[in-house]
């Protein structure tokens, strides 16, 4: 399952902590996740997502108000993973918080350009100038070096 594919244009995806150093880890399409507030969404194959929930009142909630979501672990310390199908990702989405993908505006994407060319011929200015002055001999002073 690509979650960079389904989910990418909206959402963070990113590779696995576990597998970072592994060779070939990022061509495999099962190490990348979607991180969330309250946890994070993974595959579990080709049909179903897990949402492993680090939040108790949101563990509980949302095994209270939707029940046709499995919960595959369910363990004391606040945390639950839960089974659910690829239509029931908006549902589990308001829960978790996925972390959404930043987007310029067009306004501001364009005012970024304008600003990152103007810096640019103002560096470009202040080079030139300062790599003639260094060529140049200050005047008096000799071009060769005494010995």
């Not at 949302?62 to 239509?87: C, M, T, Y």
Request: charged share 30%.
């Amino acid at each position: 399952m690509d979650l960079k594919l389904l989910y990418g244009t909206r959402f963070k995806v990113i590779l696995d902590e576990s597998v970072k150093l592994e060779p070939g880890a990022r061509s495999d399409l099962w190490n990348y996740l979607i991180p969330c507030k309250n946890g994070s969404i993974y595959p579990f194959s080709n049909t179903l997502l897990e949402y492993h929930c680090t939040a108790r009142g949101i563990r509980t909630r949302l095994d209270k108000e939707h029940p046709e979501i499995e919960v595959r672990n369910w363990s004391d310390d606040g945390e639950a993973i839960f089974l659910f199908q690829l239509d029931q990702f908006d549902l589990i989405a308001k829960y978790a918080r996925p972390r959404r993908k930043r987007r310029l505006s067009a306004k501001h994407r364009e005012k970024l350009v304008k600003a990152g060319s103007l810096a640019l011929k103002s560096y470009r200015k202040s080079n030139s100038k300062s790599d003639q002055t260094a060529l140049k001999p200050a005047k008096g002073a000799s071009s060769h070096v005494n010995s």
